[in-house]
């Protein structure tokens, strides 16, 4: 048995059409339930009462976590390529159903055998969606986060060479966007990881260097470090007790490895690699390496939760006295660039986790650090009980996206924890060794959120000093592509986002496509333009001007992008 269970806002369906002459009869009529957990439910050969049982008290364990009280049992033919015969498919159906009611849940299912349109909204929480599979002999199957797709066992290998179809999502999803400007793609062999395109890595450029160019602004120093390091950091750190399910493990020489969720445990090696005193603190260090979490990441989410990430990561070692100048600096450093998209935005701080390394005293010392910096900015600030991660407190600053689902990206945390456990120190005013503490941050996030974050924020039209490509040059007829290739040439030179659109085909068609790739300029060339040395330059929004000087453009484009716009 196959289940995907989904955390839903609402799932409507409307029957349409019998699907297999089994099917049971139903009304036609449209169906809406909201505030439900919805199983959809696969049932394959060998699958017993027992089994169908045993699937509703797991999804009982997970309605009382979820504080959620309706069941929906949706029978769902796609998830399995071994399905029972219906007329062993349906008693377990009603099994389901009536294991369900006799554990006191309100419980609907729909039709089986039938076509159905059907429409969900999943709530965005981590544990919104998840998959789990039951075969007998394996009555105590774990809970499975894997996107439904890998749950079909296909013959042919090649058959899983296809890229993720986003094809029926609204316009305002990310996912579309990415898609039909040519930024990222998802192939379902590595699942809940992003496939950059061109265009994408160029976006995701602008917004590195734009953060790279403040931190250099401020003293900061980058590292990168190996992505896989051996069991015995993670000991070290404390991820190994804490967080080791999230972690990808593999083997080495005998010996387990785990590739890194985060880079704070390597950042503190460096830090012992040589000897502090307080005159070098601050000491702030950047690191854009790649992370690999293996969190619930489901077909929902596309770049909002990813299995491989890179942070706008930095961590700043302190004393315990400057640590509050150090979060001070850091949320004027985001709300600075939050100024720059004009976001609307929550403040959270999320407190000390059951799970925890650390005393009660230090962690509330370090919690009421973060309470008066917030205040002290202007900011509110909602209090996230037990959010915190098992080393630290945390500011976290969540931002909507088009569904309405709320989004973590800037994060700064106050960490007395970790880097007890790595033994930093520094020398004093004192002569004597005392503890350095370490403040974890990220203002954008993981790119790859904020990224998504950023296609919908803009509905896909990227301001100029965002967009990948910022002018397309199209030549008015093949006598004029000589003198486009030149006008191309000059603003690649010049640091603009330049390219050409030089084969054959209409101009009509020409600047169609480029304004349905939201490219803010087309610049046309003809005999007139080549005859001036000027070009024509059209905006996205039909706008046109004539006998402009390609240096007036660059400028025009070097100053638009100065005031990020
Ligand atoms: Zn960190």
């Given at each position: 048995?196959?289940?995907?269970?989904?955390?839903?806002?609402?799932?409507?369906?409307?029957?349409?059409?019998?699907?297999?002459?089994?099917?049971?009869?139903?009304?036609?009529?449209?169906?809406?339930?909201?505030?439900?957990?919805?199983?959809?439910?696969?049932?394959?050969?060998?699958d017993?009462?027992?089994?169908?049982?045993k699937?509703?008290?797991?999804?009982?364990?997970?309605?009382?976590k979820?504080?959620?009280?309706?069941?929906?049992?949706?029978?769902?033919?796609?998830?399995?390529q071994?399905?029972?015969?219906?007329a062993?498919?349906?008693?377990?159906?009603?099994?389901m159903?009536?294991?369900?009611?006799?554990?006191?849940?309100?419980?609907?299912?729909?039709?089986?055998g039938?076509?159905?349109?059907?429409?969900?909204?999943?709530?965005?929480?981590p544990?919104?969606?998840?998959?789990?599979?039951y075969?007998?002999?394996q009555?105590?199957?774990?809970?499975?986060?894997?996107?439904?797709?890998?749950?079909?066992?296909?013959?042919?290998?090649?058959?899983?060479?296809?890229?993720?179809?986003?094809g029926?999502l609204?316009?305002?999803d990310?996912?579309?966007?990415g898609e039909?400007?040519d930024?990222f793609?998802f192939?379902?062999?590595?699942p809940?990881?992003?496939?950059?395109?061109?265009?994408?890595?160029?976006?995701?450029?602008?917004?590195?260097?734009?953060?790279?160019?403040e931190?250099?602004?401020a003293?900061?120093?980058?590292l990168?470090?190996?992505l896989l390091?051996?069991s015995?950091?993670?000991?070290v750190?404390g991820?190994?007790?804490?967080?080791?399910?999230?972690?990808?493990?593999t083997?080495?020489?005998?010996?387990?490895?785990?590739?890194?969720?985060?880079?704070?445990?390597?950042?503190?090696?460096y830090?012992k690699?040589?000897?502090?005193?307080?005159?070098?603190?601050?000491?702030?260090?950047?690191?854009?390496?790649?992370l690999?979490?293996?969190?619930?990441?489901?077909?929902?989410?596309?770049?909002?939760?990813?299995?491989?990430?890179?942070q706008?990561?930095?961590?700043?070692?302190?004393?315990?006295?400057g640590?509050?100048?150090?979060?001070?600096?850091?949320?004027d450093?985001?709300?600075?660039?939050y100024?720059?998209?004009?976001f609307?935005?929550?403040?959270?701080?999320s407190?000390?986790?059951?799970?925890?390394?650390g005393?009660?005293?230090?962690?509330?010392?370090?919690?009421e650090?973060?309470?008066?910096?917030?205040?002290?900015?202007?900011?509110?600030?909602?209090?996230?009980?037990?959010?915190?991660?098992?080393?630290?407190?945390?500011?976290?600053?969540?931002?909507?996206?088009?569904?309405?689902?709320?989004?973590?990206?800037?994060?700064?945390q106050?960490?007395?924890?970790?880097?007890?456990?790595f033994?930093?120190?520094?020398t004093?005013?004192?002569?004597?060794?005392h503890?350095?503490?370490?403040?974890?941050?990220?203002?954008?996030?993981?790119l790859?959120r904020?990224?998504?974050?950023?296609?919908?924020?803009y509905?896909?039209?990227?301001?100029?000093?965002?967009?990948?490509?910022?002018?397309?040059?199209?030549?008015l007829s093949?006598?004029?592509?000589?003198y486009?290739?030149?006008?191309?040439?000059?603003?690649?030179?010049?640091?603009v986002?330049?390219?050409?659109?030089?084969?054959?085909?209409?101009?009509?068609?020409?600047?169609?496509?480029?304004?349905?790739?939201k490219?803010?300029?087309?610049?046309v060339v003809?005999?007139?333009?080549?005859?001036?040395?000027?070009?024509?330059?059209?905006?996205r929004?039909?706008?046109?001007r004539?006998?402009?000087?390609?240096?007036?453009?660059v400028e025009?484009?070097?100053?638009?992008?100065?005031?990020?716009?």
């Amino acid at each position: 048995m196959k289940i995907l269970q989904m955390h839903a806002d609402f799932i409507e369906y409307k029957p349409i059409k019998k699907e297999i002459r089994d099917a049971e009869e139903a009304k036609t009529d449209a169906v809406r339930e909201e505030e439900v957990v919805v199983l959809f439910t696969a049932f394959e050969r060998g699958d017993t009462p027992e089994l169908a049982a045993k699937a509703v008290r797991d999804a009982k364990e997970f309605l009382s976590k979820l504080g959620a009280k309706r069941l929906m049992i949706y029978p769902f033919a796609h998830l399995s390529q071994d399905l029972a015969k219906p007329a062993d498919a349906l008693p377990l159906l009603e099994t389901m159903v009536g294991e369900a009611k006799a554990q006191g849940i309100e419980t609907m299912r729909s039709p089986f055998g039938w076509n159905k349109a059907m429409q969900i909204k999943v709530k965005g929480h981590p544990l919104a969606e998840m998959s789990r599979s039951y075969s007998e002999g394996q009555p105590t199957a774990q809970p499975r986060t894997q996107e439904p797709k890998q749950a079909q066992r296909e013959s042919d290998p090649r058959s899983r060479l296809k890229k993720s179809d986003f094809g029926s999502l609204p316009e305002t999803d990310h996912r579309v966007i990415g898609e039909r400007l040519d930024l990222f793609s998802f192939q379902e062999t590595s699942p809940g990881m992003v496939y950059w395109h061109d265009k994408g890595l160029k976006l995701w450029r602008v917004l590195e260097e734009m953060i790279r160019k403040e931190e250099t602004k401020a003293g900061y120093v980058e590292l990168s470090m190996p992505l896989l390091a051996n069991s015995a950091l993670w000991k070290v750190s404390g991820h190994w007790d804490f967080y080791k399910e999230n972690m990808f493990v593999t083997s080495l020489g005998g010996e387990e490895f785990a590739l890194k969720p985060m880079n704070c445990p390597s950042t503190m090696l460096y830090y012992k690699t040589r000897k502090w005193s307080f005159r070098d603190l601050p000491l702030r260090i950047a690191c854009f390496d790649a992370l690999h979490r293996n969190e619930l990441s489901g077909v929902a989410s596309g770049l909002f939760r990813v299995k491989m990430l890179t942070q706008d990561d930095a961590h700043i070692f302190a004393t315990r006295e400057g640590a509050r100048a150090v979060i001070d600096e850091l949320l004027d450093l985001m709300l600075r660039l939050y100024s720059i998209f004009k976001f609307d935005f929550e403040v959270g701080i999320s407190t000390m986790p059951d799970d925890h390394a650390g005393t009660l005293e230090e962690w509330d010392e370090a919690t009421e650090v973060l309470k008066s910096a917030v205040t002290s900015k202007g900011l509110k600030y909602a209090i996230k009980e037990k959010d915190g991660t098992f080393y630290a407190p945390k500011i976290d600053v969540d931002i909507k996206d088009s569904l309405g689902r709320k989004w973590q990206i800037t994060t700064i945390q106050l960490d007395l924890q970790l880097p007890r456990r790595f033994g930093l120190v520094h020398t004093g005013t004192d002569g004597k060794e005392h503890e350095t503490v370490t403040v974890h941050r990220a203002i954008f996030g993981s790119l790859e959120r904020f990224i998504g974050i950023l296609l919908e924020h803009y509905k896909g039209k990227l301001p100029v000093w965002l967009s990948p490509v910022q002018a397309t040059v199209v030549p008015l007829s093949d006598e004029h592509v000589v003198y486009a290739k030149k006008i191309l040439s000059k603003l690649l030179e010049d640091g603009v986002r330049a390219q050409g659109d030089l084969a054959s085909g209409t101009l009509n068609s020409k600047v169609r496509n480029s304004q349905l790739l939201k490219i803010p300029y087309v610049l046309v060339v003809g005999a007139k333009e080549e005859a001036a040395g000027t070009v024509a330059v059209r905006s996205r929004d039909g706008e046109q001007r004539f006998g402009v000087k390609p240096e007036d453009f660059v400028e025009e484009v070097r100053a638009l992008s100065s005031r990020f716009e």
